[in-house]
Each structure stands twice: as structure tokens, then as C-alpha cells.
């Protein structure tokens, strides 16, 4: 981190050149002397110095400056750095000049010229302003900073990106102070979100995933045009098939689209994964089986959409949504599923404005005291509700059944049974919400009766079904009535092999209907939709791999 910045703001060169030889010649060696020749210049290098998160100790401006004079420049750099000490240097004629400034912009002192000696007119004069200063200075700044608004749903996106990315980040409403001073440092307004400030000192203005990706050091760009083994998907069953792929000497590429870990990346806790007693978050687990994939080779491909999948021969070919593509000998189906859509009335324009579709861990400490209510029965909602309870006022599950024992590990349920604000709501369905720019109301129906509820709450977190989002496959392999990919036996309806293979083997296990392409975890038709499971397959789908570049 750079020494705090002393600036100082003259348009008089050869008075320019002594206020910063004397500042430096006292303070050089534990403070930066900034120069600048007009109030335009300084304003342009505080915002720098804002945007990468340094210091400023103190502003020494002249009072009699063209265009900005030194009160106007002073009043302006008090949204920047509104603790930063002033002092505005005066001629004897402006001391009336000097003494209503202090009304004004809350001078602290303000300087005659000539100062000589400044071991008696100047240095004391700096030596209280900056031990006041050192008392209570800025906060230094090391981490990414985003700010926005808080019902907003790309500011939510992007910290939804970062967050699931494991990057450490500020989050700062554009309505407070500290995130109007970085919006004003950036030269944009309120309506600009989302922005985020780079630790360097860079911003971006409304950035895409992309845009972020390169910005944290994730790869956006392919190393290469061809590859023993692409793997489509970053979680677990992804991440299971990347390691063993990287491992075992194949040259191996993972694409993800958002982040890695899927949905069980955003899990606050999984508590039933063989070898972690004590319970392990999604998180964690995901982040070590990603760090465990880089260490053997794979290349980690980030913020990517594949969009179709082709054969070419032997080769198999993806063609990503920017109109480029890479080719495989060998690819790996691993993009799980997503929450499927509510269809209420009110919700869909309301989503990252209070409905929100999985855990979304990045709100849970804004949650502190409210309602909160949760939908779905199955793990991922039981494990989400644990989490809430800790910040809101109150978790309300909501599910279409009577309890939970159909769709719910028996462990969670004691868990939720043990948890005293945690309310499980029986035969219960939203059906409708409302809000202006976020989520206020929503609308609940008892399915036995049909009679409705109107509740107050601002929060609504999704968990129902899983739509596995493969249309991107329509017409590249066969899938079933639901979208899941149809693999090995479940190709072989009637006793005959799927049109179109010509290969003289049934498919394998794994297999796909199109030879060489193979489909792990959740995405895969009537698979177990478990973190171990997806895990194991990811692996066995490698074998199988193996089992057919062998054969080639």
C-alpha cells in the first residue's frame, strides 16, 4: 500500500515547486507529495487515488486560482476524502477570503505566503493537522468494492458472481456515503450501477460476467483448439471428471459458464458427504476439488455459454455463444440443473429484488430480523433454511405436502425440528407477489382448501424442482420428455441401439447417443441426485474415456 498522499494546489509553478519541496523535504520519507497546477488536475488525481483505495492525508490549496479557486476545490475534494485536513493558502489581502472558508468547507488552517521559515510557520501547522489525521484516518482498502443498490437485480448479479467465485469484496449502497464518494471518484451517477472498483484502482461500470472474470484472474480465452477431453459443467460431477481426466495424463479442459461448484457450490452445508463428520459447506468442498483439478492440468475455461455440440468425424466440437468453438476427442455433459421457474403472478419481474432462486448466501446478513420465507422440501431448501435462521427474524418453509420426510434427509429434518425459528408451513404454495421496486407482499394458498393468505416479507428464496436446461443439445443427443440426457441402457429401448450409431458396441454405460460424448451428475436421465454421486460418475465417466480412445 502507497504512504498517505499530501496534495498540494498552486497555479504558480515556482510556488508550486516550494510548497512541495518543503512538504517533502519534512514528511517525503512517511507521505507522498502530489503536485497538481489547478483544481481540475487535483480533483482528476484524488479520484485516482479514491478509486485505488489510498490515503490522503492533508490538501494544501491556493486561494486565488483561475477557474476553481481554492474554497471550490477544497468543497469539492470534501466528497472524496471528506476526513483529508485543509488548508487553503493565502495572500495577506484574502485572509476575510479565508476566514469565511472556514464556515464553508470546515478549513482547519489556513496559511499566509511567504511562510519562512517554515521550521516556524509551516511545519507546525502540519505536524497537528496530520497527528489529528493518524487518529482517526481512512480505512485502507485491499479488496474489490461494488456498489449499488440494494434492491437492484444486476448489482445482485454481480455479487452473486464474485461471491460463488470465492472473491472477497466490499458492498457499499450508491445512497450512503463511503459508495457516493467511489461513484463520484468514477465520474458516473446513482443510476450507473452496478460499479465496481478494482483493488488497483480500475472501475467497470455495469460489467459483464466476462468483464469480471478477466478481472479476477479467471480464464476467458482457450490455450488451444483441440483437447483429449472437454468437460461442460463445474460441478462436482464436473469437477469429478477434470480431476481424474488432468490425473490420469489427458489433456483436459472444464467450461464453465458462471462459477464452479453448481448448486452444490452454494450450499451452506453439507453435512452427509463421506469423510467430513463435522459437515463441510459447498463452497469449501467445491473450491478444493477446483484447486485439486488446476494442480493436475486442466485448464479452467470461465464465464464461457457453450451453446451447441456437433460431431466432425471423431472429433466433437462445441461452439460457445461468441461464434468461436474448441474440439475434443471426448466430451463430458456435467451442467447439472437449475432451480425451475415459479409461476406466479408478480414474481418473475421481481427476481434479484427479494426472489431470489437457490440459497443466495450474499443475502443472508441483510435478512437480519426479517421474514423469511423459502420454498421447496428438499435438501438444498432444508440446508438454506438452516442458514437463514441464523440472520432472519423467522424462516417460513413452505411445501405442497404434509411434511418433509418424503423429499428430506432424515438428518436435516432433526436439525429444522431443533431450530426454534423455523416454521415448516404443510399443503402451502405461493401463488402471487407484489412490490414496487422490490418484493413486499406475497400471496399464499393452503392446497387442501384453496383459501388464501396475504404475508409481508421482502425476501422469498426458491428451491422447487430441477430443469436440467439442455436445449442447447436439441438435435446433437437424445434426451428424455424432461430434457435429462438419455445414457447406456436407457438408449437401448426396444433392444435395438440408438439411430445413427454405427459403431459396432452398445454405448457405454455413461454414453450418450452420440459416440464419445458421455454425461455425468444431475444432467444425466434417472441419475441420483446426490453431491457423492455426481462425484463418483464424473470419474467413471473418465474411465469410460479411456475405454473408447482405446478403441480408436
Same mark, same amino acid.
Given at each position: 500500500?502507497?504512504?498517505?498522499?499530501?496534495?498540494?494546489?498552486?497555479?504558480?509553478?515556482?510556488?508550486?515547486?516550494?510548497?512541495?519541496?518543503?512538504?517533502?523535504?519534512?514528511?517525503?520519507?512517511?507521505?507522498?507529495?502530489?503536485?497538481?497546477?489547478?483544481?481540475?488536475?487535483? /480533483?482528476?488525481?484524488?479520484?485516482?487515488?479514491?478509486?485505488?483505495?489510498?490515503?490522503?492525508?492533508?490538501?494544501?490549496? $491556493?486561494?486565488?486560482?483561475?477557474?476553481?479557486?481554492?474554497?471550490?476545490?477544497?468543497?469539492?475534494?470534501?466528497?472524496?476524502?471528506?476526513?483529508?485536513?485543509?488548508?487553503?493558502?493565502?495572500?495577506?489581502?484574502?485572509?476575510?477570503?479565508?476566514?469565511?472558508?472556514?464556515?464553508?468547507?470546515?478549513?482547519?488552517?489556513?496559511?499566509?505566503?511567504?511562510?519562512?521559515?517554515?521550521?516556524?510557520?509551516?511545519?507546525?501547522?502540519?505536524?497537528?493537522?496530520?497527528?489529528?489525521?493518524?487518529?482517526?484516518?481512512?480505512?485502507?482498502?485491499?479488496?474489490?468494492?461494488?456498489?449499488?443498490?440494494?434492491?437492484?437485480?444486476? +448489482?445482485?448479479?454481480?455479487?452473486?458472481?464474485?461471491?460463488?467465485?470465492?472473491?472477497?469484496?466490499?458492498? /457499499? #449502497?450508491?445512497?450512503?456515503?463511503?459508495?457516493?464518494?467511489?461513484?463520484?471518484?468514477?465520474?458516473?451517477?446513482?443510476? $450507473?450501477?452496478?460499479?465496481?472498483?478494482?483493488?488497483?484502482?480500475?472501475?467497470?461500470?455495469?460489467?459483464?460476467?466476462?468483464?469480471?472474470?478477466?478481472?479476477?484472474?479467471?480464464?476467458?480465452?482457450?490455450?488451444?483448439?483441440?483437447?483429449?477431453?472437454?468437460?461442460?459443467?463445474?460441478?462436482?460431477?464436473?469437477?469429478?471428471?477434470?480431476?481424474?481426466?488432468? +490425473?490420469?495424463? #489427458?489433456?483436459?479442459?472444464?467450461?464453465?459458464?458462471?462459477?464452479?461448484?453448481?448448486?452444490?457450490?452454494? +450450499?451452506?452445508?453439507?453435512?452427509?458427504? #463421506?469423510?467430513?463428520?463435522?459437515?463441510?459447506?459447498?463452497?469449501?468442498?467445491?473450491?478444493?476439488?477446483?484447486?485439486?483439478?488446476?494442480?493436475?492440468?486442466?485448464?479452467?475455461?470461465?464465464?464461457?455459454?457453450?451453446?451447441?455440440?456437433?460431431?466432425?468425424?471423431?472429433?466433437?466440437?462445441?461452439?460457445?455463444?461468441?461464434?468461436?468453438?474448441?474440439?475434443?476427442?471426448?466430451?463430458?455433459?456435467?451442467?447439472?440443473?437449475?432451480?425451475?421457474?415459479?409461476?406466479?403472478?408478480?414474481?418473475?419481474?421481481?427476481?434479484?429484488?427479494?426472489?431470489?432462486?437457490?440459497?443466495?448466501?450474499?443475502?443472508?446478513?441483510?435478512?437480519?430480523?426479517?421474514?423469511?420465507?423459502?420454498?421447496?422440501?428438499?435438501?438444498?431448501?432444508?440446508?438454506?433454511?438452516?442458514?437463514?435462521?441464523?440472520?432472519?427474524?423467522?424462516?417460513?418453509?413452505?411445501?405442497?405436502?404434509?411434511?418433509?420426510?418424503?423429499?428430506?434427509?432424515?438428518?436435516?429434518?432433526?436439525?429444522?425440528?431443533?431450530?426454534?425459528?423455523?416454521?415448516?408451513?404443510?399443503?402451502?404454495?405461493?401463488?402471487?407477489?407484489?412490490?414496487?421496486?422490490? /418484493?413486499?407482499?406475497?400471496?399464499?394458498?393452503?392446497?387442501?382448501?384453496?383459501?388464501?393468505?396475504?404475508?409481508?416479507?421482502?425476501?422469498?428464496?426458491?428451491?422447487?424442482?430441477?430443469?436440467?436446461?439442455?436445449?442447447? #443439445? $436439441?438435435?446433437?443427443?437424445?434426451?428424455?420428455?424432461?430434457?435429462?440426457?438419455?445414457?447406456?441402457?436407457?438408449?437401448?429401448?426396444?433392444?435395438?441401439?440408438?439411430?445413427?450409431?454405427?459403431?459396432?458396441?452398445?454405448?457405454?454405460?455413461?454414453?450418450?447417443?452420440?459416440?464419445?460424448?458421455?454425461?455425468?451428475?444431475?444432467?444425466?436421465?434417472? +441419475?441420483?441426485?446426490?453431491?457423492?454421486?455426481?462425484?463418483?460418475?464424473?470419474?467413471?465417466?473418465?474411465?469410460?474415456?479411456?475405454?473408447?480412445?482405446?478403441?480408436?
Amino acid at each position: 500500500m502507497a504512504n498517505p498522499a499530501i496534495l498540494t494546489v498552486d497555479d504558480d509553478p515556482a510556488v508550486s515547486r516550494a510548497v512541495a519541496r518543503d512538504v517533502r523535504r519534512r514528511y517525503g520519507d512517511r507521505y507522498r507529495v502530489v503536485r497538481a497546477a489547478s483544481g481540475a488536475e487535483a /480533483l482528476d488525481a484524488l479520484r485516482e487515488i479514491r478509486l485505488r483505495g489510498e490515503q490522503v492525508a492533508v490538501l494544501l490549496a $491556493d486561494y486565488r486560482m483561475p477557474a476553481m479557486n481554492g474554497i471550490e476545490f477544497l468543497e469539492a475534494a470534501m466528497d472524496l476524502f471528506p476526513r483529508a485536513r485543509r488548508v487553503l493558502l493565502t495572500a495577506y489581502a484574502d485572509t476575510n477570503a479565508a476566514i469565511d472558508a472556514i464556515n464553508v468547507v470546515d478549513l482547519d488552517h489556513y496559511l499566509l505566503k511567504p511562510w519562512h521559515p517554515p521550521e516556524e510557520k509551516l511545519y507546525p501547522v502540519l505536524d497537528t493537522l496530520l497527528d489529528a489525521w493518524q487518529a482517526t484516518p481512512d480505512p485502507a482498502i485491499t479488496e474489490m468494492r461494488v456498489v449499488g443498490h440494494r434492491w437492484s437485480a444486476p +448489482s445482485f448479479a454481480v455479487r452473486d458472481f464474485l461471491a460463488r467465485n470465492l472473491v472477497p469484496f466490499r458492498w /457499499l #449502497l450508491a445512497d450512503e456515503p463511503e459508495g457516493g464518494q467511489l461513484l463520484t471518484a468514477a465520474g458516473v451517477t446513482a443510476s $450507473d450501477v452496478p460499479l465496481v472498483v478494482t483493488p488497483d484502482g480500475k472501475s467497470l461500470v455495469m460489467p459483464s460476467e466476462a468483464d469480471l472474470a478477466a478481472q479476477i484472474g479467471l480464464s476467458t480465452t482457450p490455450a488451444a483448439d483441440f483437447y483429449d477431453l472437454v468437460v461442460v459443467g463445474g460441478g462436482p460431477a464436473g469437477l469429478g471428471a477434470a480431476v481424474y481426466g488432468a +490425473s490420469e495424463g #489427458l489433456r483436459t479442459m472444464l467450461v464453465e459458464r458462471r462459477a464452479t461448484g453448481g448448486q452444490a457450490g452454494q +450450499s451452506s452445508r453439507i453435512e452427509n458427504y #463421506l469423510g467430513f463428520p463435522d459437515g463441510v459447506s459447498g463452497s469449501q468442498l467445491t473450491e478444493r476439488a477446483r484447486r485439486q483439478a488446476l494442480k493436475f492440468g486442466t485448464e479452467l475455461l470461465s464465464a464461457r455459454d457453450v451453446v451447441g455440440l456437433e460431431a466432425a468425424g471423431s472429433a466433437k466440437v462445441l461452439r460457445f455463444a461468441d461464434g468461436t468453438s474448441i474440439a475434443a476427442h471426448t466430451v463430458v455433459l456435467a451442467t447439472g440443473v437449475a432451480y425451475r421457474r415459479l409461476a406466479a403472478p408478480g414474481l418473475g419481474e421481481l427476481t434479484g429484488q427479494g426472489v431470489f432462486y437457490g440459497s443466495a448466501t450474499t443475502e443472508a446478513p441483510s435478512c437480519a430480523g426479517a421474514d423469511v420465507y423459502v420454498v421447496g422440501g428438499a435438501n438444498s431448501a432444508g440446508q438454506a433454511a438452516v442458514h437463514f435462521s441464523r440472520y432472519a427474524g423467522r424462516v417460513h418453509m413452505l411445501i405442497r405436502g404434509g411434511d418433509l420426510r418424503r423429499s428430506m434427509s432424515q438428518y436435516l429434518i432433526e436439525q429444522i425440528q431443533g431450530i426454534d425459528n423455523i416454521e415448516v408451513h404443510p399443503f402451502t404454495e405461493v401463488v402471487g407477489g407484489s412490490g414496487d421496486d422490490h /418484493l413486499e407482499r406475497l400471496e399464499l394458498r393452503d392446497t387442501r382448501d384453496g383459501r388464501t393468505r396475504t404475508v409481508d416479507t421482502s425476501w422469498l428464496f426458491i428451491f422447487i424442482g430441477a430443469e436440467p436446461r439442455t436445449e442447447w #443439445l $436439441d438435435g446433437a443427443v437424445r434426451r428424455d420428455p424432461r430434457g435429462f440426457v438419455l445414457t447406456g441402457p436407457d438408449l437401448m429401448a426396444g433392444g435395438g441401439r440408438p439411430p445413427g450409431w454405427a459403431l459396432p458396441r452398445d454405448p457405454y454405460h455413461l454414453e450418450a447417443s452420440v459416440p464419445g460424448v458421455f454425461a455425468a451428475g444431475d444432467v444425466r436421465a434417472e +441419475s441420483v441426485k446426490r453431491v457423492a454421486s455426481a462425484v463418483g460418475e464424473g470419474a467413471m465417466a473418465v474411465s469410460l474415456v479411456h475405454r473408447y480412445l482405446a478403441a480408436q
